[in-house]
């Protein structure tokens, strides 16, 4: 079974920090790939930043500073404001999805969800557009 970091930079975005890293944004900037935890989705639509908006009083104000979530608020603003960017959803399960920090019991190795980036206000959310199958995305 790959790892999260390598099924990642399969589709041409290398976690940058394999420890914290929730996203990574391609060398060419042209494409993007965020985590989704499945149980956070909700209409299909799943918020990036701020990541206390996720679970409502379930997540500290504090986990927004982290370097992951400010990681992901800088490639979420950039794929928001470049609609050209292909961004994929790569759906995780949380082993406890109460624990924090979370630790993935698995994620989807067979499909990736295609995603719009959004800024609604004070929020960016990806909205899951379909799934597709890996081979038809990875780039090697």
Not at 1 to 7: F, Q, V
Not at 26 to 45: C, G, I, L, Y
Not at 48 to 58: D, M, N, S, V, W
């Amino acid at each position: 079974m790959t790892s999260l970091s390598d099924y990642c930079a399969d589709l041409g975005c290398p976690l940058k920090n394999v420890r914290w890293s929730w996203c990574a944004l391609s060398d060419d900037r042209r494409r993007a790939v965020f985590t989704v935890w499945a149980d956070e989705v909700k209409d299909r639509t799943f918020v990036l930043f701020p990541i206390t908006e996720r679970r409502l009083g379930e997540i500290p104000e504090e986990a927004n500073q982290k370097a992951g979530a400010k990681e992901v608020l800088e490639i979420a603003s950039y794929c928001a404001g470049n609609p050209q960017v292909e961004v994929f959803g790569v759906l995780c399960v949380a082993e406890d999805p109460a624990a924090r920090p979370r630790v993935r019991k698995h994620f989807d190795h067979e499909t990736v969800f295609k995603v719009s980036v959004v800024s609604d206000g004070e929020r960016i959310v990806a909205h899951l557009i379909g799934r597709m199958p890996i081979e038809s995305v990875a780039r090697r």
